[in-house]
């Protein structure tokens, strides 16, 4: 059965239930204010009479209730579209960031802003393992000089930078 059909007949079966007791009550008034019921209207004249009013009502109520369950099963199914869509999306990011190759193609049910966005997270992981695979291999460097002093070159080098100090007076 349809959630619609299952809506409608729980809803029906609830206005019969609330409408049963109304009728009794009825009844019961004109029994107890000892009211003679008149030999035209009977019951039937008395229901033929209300019928036209309570029917218009009711359907205009129920196209109400209707549409607007409607619009909330569309909303809540949306909502239950979006929150799969979302958990697909956080799955395969999963998946792209663990170093696993995913075709994307295979998943039409994301979104263009989801699918640039993964794209941009599998071209990221690349670049990151591409880097890594080169920075872990150094290029040996040459063993630095033994000179002590750093022969005449560093000692012109330090007579440059050499700032004259002014001695104190003695005394």
């Known amino acids: ?12 079966s609830a206005q ?24 035209n209207a009977g019951p039937d004249m008395h229901q033929d009479r209300s019928d036209p009013e309570i029917p218009q009502d009711e359907t205009n109520y129920k196209k109400q209730v209707t549409e607007q ?5 569309q909303a809540l199914e949306s909502e239950l579209k ?3 869509r979302q958990k697909i999306f956080k799955d395969l990011m999963q998946r792209i960031q663990n170093g696993e190759d995913v075709p994307l193609e295979e998943f039409a049910e994301l979104s ?18 591409l880097q890594q695979v080169t920075s872990s291999v150094d290029m040996p460097q ?20 050499r700032v004259e100090k002014p001695v104190p007076p003695s005394g």
């Open 69 to 73: 369950d409607g619009r909330h099963l």
């Open 1 to 12: 059965m349809n959630t619609a059909q299952v809506k409608k007949a729980i809803k029906k």
């Open 82 to 84: 979006d929150i799969r």
């Open 142 to 161: 040459a063993k630095r000089g033994r000179k002590m002093g750093g022969g005449q070159k560093g000692a012109a080098k330090r007579e440059e930078t």
């Open 112 to 129: 263009f802003e989801q699918k640039d966005v993964l794209k941009a997270q599998i071209q990221a992981v690349k670049d990151r393992n």
């Open 16 to 39: 019969q239930i609330a409408q049963e007791p109304l009728e009794l009550l009825k009844n019961v008034a004109r029994q107890v204010s000892g009211e003679e019921l008149k030999p």
